[in-house]
């Protein structure tokens, strides 16, 4: 019995060694990210790897990053009013559509998606895609670091240079001259409501050929932009968590 009991402190000063360490090496990882812009991120690992599992010869990385201030203000505002209108004010978590999501699943609905713009950072930076309760857990602590480390510009940022606009097409910067050979800083309030229409699923949606669907989505996102004053909330990103 004391030989089990010494294998088990072992084991559990091993694994509290390996958690201190993991905890010590996200949190450098989140804070050298608020300068050092990412060479890439887990989910574009993890597409190159499907591609090249599938065999697909037309998949080509396509990531190219450009600076906040070479970024449209209407991209900025879009992919707000589309995937996050607190984005400003909230600590990462949306927690009123976090309980409208949970309410509409136990009136038997379909769950729709209550991630917020640094909740999606996180993940697309760290982790892999598809559903499960670790992945879930580990998006929540890496997101209260990110919001913790980062200003809402940074987060607005990385998330515009890092987001999936088509098959191998990363950020802003290589989703204009795909798709409207233009640049990022001059993307058009109809062109970035194109773009952020495409978020929820940039693998069917296509940029390049919209359905009505798309372009009823596109709409939408036009009049929440409109509703959400412009400018002027760019203005609050831009002073929030400095």
């Avoid at 804070?31 to 591609?51: D, I, N, S």
């Avoid at 600076?67 to 589309?82: N, T």
């Avoid at 379909?110 to 713009?117: D, F, Q, V």
Wanted: aromatic fraction near 10%.
């Amino acid at each position: 019995m004391p030989a089990r009991g010494g294998v088990l402190r072992l084991l559990a000063r091993a694994l509290l060694w390996l958690t201190a360490g993991a905890v010590a090496l996200s949190l450098v990882a989140v804070l050298a990210l608020r300068w050092v812009h990412p060479l890439g991120t887990a989910f574009m690992l993890h597409a190159y790897l499907e591609a090249r599992g599938a065999h697909d010869p037309t998949w080509h990385l396509d990531y190219r990053w450009v600076p906040y201030e070479g970024i449209s203000r209407h991209a900025k505002l879009a992919v707000i009013a589309s995937e996050d209108q607190k984005f400003a004010f909230h600590p990462g978590f949306d927690f009123e559509a976090i309980d409208q999501a949970i309410k509409e699943r136990e009136r038997g609905r379909r769950l729709r998606g209550a991630s917020t713009i640094s909740q999606q950072v996180a993940k697309n930076l760290f982790l892999w895609p598809g559903p499960s309760f670790v992945r879930k857990g580990l998006e929540a602590y890496l997101t209260t670091l990110i919001e913790l480390c980062w200003p809402k510009q940074r987060i607005l940022e990385v998330y515009l240079n890092v987001a999936e606009f088509g098959p191998g097409i990363y950020g802003v910067g290589a989703a204009a001259p795909r798709f409207f050979r233009t640049d990022a800083a001059h993307l058009s309030q109809a062109q970035s409501a194109l773009l952020a229409a495409v978020l929820p699923s940039p693998r069917k949606l296509r940029v390049d050929h919209p359905s009505a669907y798309l372009y009823r989505r596109q709409a939408w996102i036009i009049e929440q932009m409109n509703a959400l004053g412009g400018a002027s909330y760019i203005r609050d990103v831009d002073t929030a968590g400095r």
